[in-house]
């Protein structure tokens, strides 16, 4: 079974870069696509960015300028780089393999999740 | 183009159906798939419907999703204690260069 892992710095101060990686096991990087996703605390769901196991990428618009997604097949990780935090970049950080295509229509469902790694921004 | 739109809150007796609406517009729901993820209290969300009305395996058949238009619909029949907890629409949004939107996420509370 696939598993995401993801791992990194649980404190980051302010105006500094958060780094996070998610390590893919049980199956290969270098198929499907592969994406960030955040959860403030008591919020809901934001979308940050994908990675396709071509490197082609896309961003959320509200966070593009900041985000750098990229990909280590060579480890089975992908990883992102959240530059210039505040406070309110402080969430959990979910990393899920992604089935995503466009067949007539888009189509784009996370169907494995890593259990998340929680992120404060705080100095 | 801002988040798609749920209710805050639902609930039922163990045993009813619910049913959840998603709200959007045509550069989203109506032209793309429509998935649901189910966020159990501190857990992980993990994927519940796909491809609008497709269910991954080991998710019951007592979960089903539906799309009209602009608007999906997650309906939960045979209310157990055990769904309590978080649902989330999600669909990708094809205007500009793209992302992916969700809900707000409604809040199941089970009676």
């Known amino acids: 079974q696939v598993q995401l892992q993801e791992s990194g710095p649980g404190l980051v101060n302010p105006s500094e870069t958060l780094s996070l990686t998610c390590t893919v096991s049980?199956?290969?990087?270098?198929?499907?696509?592969w994406t960030w996703i955040r959860q403030p605390p008591g919020k809901g769901l934001e979308w940050i960015a994908y990675i396709s196991y071509t490197g082609s990428t896309n961003y959320n618009p509200s966070l593009k300028s900041r985000v750098t997604i990229s990909l280590d097949t060579s480890r089975n990780q992908f990883s992102l780089k959240l530059s210039a935090v505040t406070a309110a970049d402080t969430a959990i950080y979910y990393c899920a393999r992604t089935v995503a295509g466009k067949v007539n229509n888009y189509y784009y469902h996370m169907d494995v999740w890593g259990k998340g790694t929680t992120v404060t921004v705080s100095s | 183009q801002s988040a798609l739109t749920q209710p805050p809150s639902a609930s039922g007796t163990p045993g009813q159906r619910v049913t959840i609406s998603c709200s959007g517009g045509?550069?989203?729901?109506?032209?793309?798939?429509v998935n649901w993820y189910q966020q159990l209290p501190g857990a992980a969300p993990k994927l519940l419907i796909y491809?609008?009305?497709q269910r991954p395996s080991g998710v019951p058949d007592r979960f089903s999703g539906s799309k009209s238009g602009t608007s999906a619909s997650l309906a939960i029949s045979g209310l157990q204690s055990e769904d309590e907890g978080d649902y989330y629409c999600a669909a990708w949004d094809d205007s500009l260069n793209g992302r992916e939107l969700f809900g707000g996420g409604t809040k199941l509370t089970v009676l």
């Open positions: 491809n609008n009305n």
């Open positions: 045509t550069s989203n729901i109506e032209r793309n798939a």
């Open positions: 049980g199956g290969s990087i270098s198929s499907y696509f």
